[in-house]
Nanobody, 120 residues
């Protein structure tokens, strides 16, 4: 079973920056064609897409983060990053890493989540 380990969350002031990282355990066992990314969730709301990136480096962003966040991926390490700039209080959430193997009966995995708080 794939496990995802996240790091980089924390408290930051509005306008500040944070960088999240997520690495898949046993990266050598993961199907090379895959999608990784980030979702976020606040209490009482559904989990929502933040950004995803494929192994061919194709990206997809939520409209609310376009121009402020950048997702990147190291395929060799099966690691995905999320650079978050110009953070706003409404970005406060728990951020979850995601991986999906893009093949029939491919595995999916979620991280445990890392909290991000944007507050003065």
């Amino acid at each position: 079973q794939v496990q995802l380990v996240e790091s980089g969350g924390g408290l930051v002031q509005p306008g500040g920056s944070l960088r999240l990282s997520c690495t898949a355990s046993d990266s050598g066992s993961i199907f090379a064609i895959n999608t990784m990314g980030w979702y976020r969730q606040v209490p009482g709301k559904q989990r929502e897409l933040v950004a995803t990136i494929t192994s061919s480096q194709r990206t997809n962003y939520a409209d609310s983060v376009k121009g402020r966040f950048a997702v990147s991926k190291d395929n060799a390490k099966q690691t995905v990053y999320l650079q978050m700039n110009s953070l706003k209080p409404e970005d406060t959430a728990k951020y979850y890493c995601y991986l999906r193997e893009d093949r029939a009966r491919g595995r999916e995995a979620w991280g445990q989540g890392t909290p991000v708080t944007v507050s003065p």
